[in-house]
């Protein structure tokens, strides 16, 4: 059987065309951080560094990921929808891309699945960075997804 | 000789992968608002509608692009750059996809330009959105670019 992160790169890789095209690997969950990665060469952009878009493109992929994943190890069937999201460009990648994604600092998967139960949708902040090989972050994000039962 | 518009999708489609694979294409330039194009099935998600991933993607070209024609205009040859950007995801396209982008209200061109002239580099933060046929919004970006001279 698949595990759930193998079925859940299959569906993004199966059903968007995009995922496709940044070529892109769902490499690792923990339970609370999910790692996605994608290589330079088909995000690049015409300075020759990881292009914006790819970059934003990635992170959002890991923010709804994570949310989608926990939903799995909560055993609930919902759908997940990116609401908002604020981005910082620190600095050029010049090198594969990695976005790690994350519950925000302050809110607990505890509450988001106390309030899925009571109202059958729930808010969960995700925070999402693309570190760099030398220990900062080339761009972060803060977004809000909303989960609701199916 | 081709147009400013004709020759920066010459470069973004020739240096940018991503915006290869999402098919755009720039659809007009008018001195303040830049209009931007891709078809819903490249940019399609796992429910059928336009990927989030796409819609930033488009907004920040349209943005980014918005910079770029009016330095044209101005006879600066600069590099831009992404700072920043807020997204919000209002509703769903279920159709093809248009960015529109201009300079946000409160700001203003000469400002622009005077910065260039005066430090070398400039800030600009632009507007976009992603409209639907019945006239609201299915997204909007407000992001911060610089321009450096070369």
Redesign the interface.
């Known amino acids: 059987m698949p595990t759930p992160i193998a079925e859940l790169q299959s569906?993004?890789l199966g059903?968007?065309?995009?995922?496709r095209?940044?070529d892109l690997t769902l490499r690792e969950y923990d339970g609370a951080q999910l790692t996605i990665a994608a290589p330079l060469?088909?995000?690049?952009?015409?300075?020759g560094c990881a292009?914006?878009?790819?970059l934003?493109?990635?992170m959002?992929?890991a923010g709804?990921g994570v949310v989608v994943l926990k939903l799995k190890d909560l055993g609930r069937d919902c759908?997940v929808?990116?609401?908002?999201?604020?981005?910082?460009?620190l600095a050029p990648v010049w090198s594969d891309i990695v976005a790690i994604a994350q519950l925000a600092e302050g809110e607990t998967w505890d509450d988001f699945a106390q309030s899925l139960a009571q109202r059958g949708r729930a808010r969960a902040t995700v925070s999402c960075r693309v570190p760099l090989d030398e220990g900062r972050d080339a761009c972060t994000m803060q977004a809000r997804f909303v989960a609701i039962a199916r």
Chains 1, 2 share one sequence.
């Open positions: 569906l993004i059903e968007i065309p995009m995922a095209a940044m060469v088909p995000n690049i952009n015409d300075k292009f914006g878009g790819s934003v493109s990635l959002t992929l709804w759908d929808y990116v609401q908002d999201s604020t981005v910082r460009y």
